[in-house]
């Protein structure tokens, strides 16, 4: 009796039990979905974190596994490949792109811009008078005075007085040149005039008329200027007065000794008082003998400079593609 009494009372116990842990499960799992929400919230609706982790890794796997052409997603290994190789056929596109780009817009602004510098060239010689020429005048005599007079009237090259003080001897002038103080420098040698004098009254027929005057000038520093207008022009002008003063002065002693048999038989004994009484020699300073410069001293440089930026700054490009 009491055992059949007491089994009742315990399924009672124990269905109470188990409703009691059933209402805690109902609440626990409450409060689970509470949390859920929480991260639904954050996380994208119905995605659990750690599909939503695994969904982001994707992505990511494709751009470090980026594959060749038909190779089925394949890992292109770094540094592992030549530009020819098949796997780089979608870079060498992009790669050929970028260069054929670069070319054309350069080769544009090319024709655009060396118009630009070669119409620079296009009336040069409307200003070869800002090429100057220092006239030093060592001689004081008839010779130096006419030269030096009949320069300072020429008008295709900027001819100015130097005093010969400032220069005392020719090592220094010739420096001063070199050194680009002045394009050239046409010297009236000492003693030209008491020379030619000396030569005709004793018949020396040793005289060279070209001792008179020397022209100094530097072909290397802009052999372009120089050779087509400095050295035309200085040959032109001052062999014109030097020209003129000899045909003047051999008409003048003539006429002075006309009637002295000696003066005229030691006259035509140094024939070269006659013909070419006064003339000049050109000395050339710093030679222009290395042609294949030109390509560096005119232009060469700039042109290296410009293309160097361009093809760095395009070859930076397509490193960062591969």
Known sequence: ?????????????????????????????????????????????????EVQNANRLEPAKQVVG???????????????????????????????????MTTIITILVMWATLPLYWGSLWKANRYTN???VRVIDRDGGIIGQSVSQGLLQQ?????????????????????????????????????????LVNARQNGNNSYNGTSAVSIYYSQARNENAVGSYLVPNLQLE????????????????IQENANNVTAMNLLAQAPSTIAQS?????????????????AITLVGLIYMLIFAFILTMTNNAVREIM
């Open 1 to 49: 009796m009491t055992s059949t009494e007491n089994e009742p009372g315990r399924e009672e116990r124990e269905n109470s039990t188990a409703t009691t842990m059933n209402d805690g499960d109902e609440n626990s799992s409450g409060n689970g979905l509470i949390v859920n929400e929480g991260r639904e919230m954050d996380n994208g609706p119905g995605i659990m974190p």
């Open 66 to 100: 980026a594959s060749g052409p038909g190779e089925g997603g394949h890992k292109l290994d770094k540094y592992a490949y030549g530009f020819w190789d098949p796997q780089m056929k979608k870079f060498r596109g992009i790669v050929f792109k970028i260069l054929g």
């Open 130 to 132: 800002r090429l100057t």
């Open 155 to 195: 008008t295709n090259l900027k001819y100015f007085i130097t005093s010969p003080s400032e220069f005392p001897t020719d090592d220094l002038l010739a420096r001063n040149i070199v050194d680009e103080g002045a394009w050239a420098a046409v010297i009236i040698n000492p003693d030209a005039s008491t020379s």
């Open 238 to 253: 001052v062999g014109m007065v030097v020209g003129k003063f000899s045909f003047q002065s051999v008409g003048q002693y």
């Open 278 to 294: 006064v003339s000049f020699e050109m000395i050339n300073l710093r030679p222009y003998n290395q042609p294949v410069a030109t």
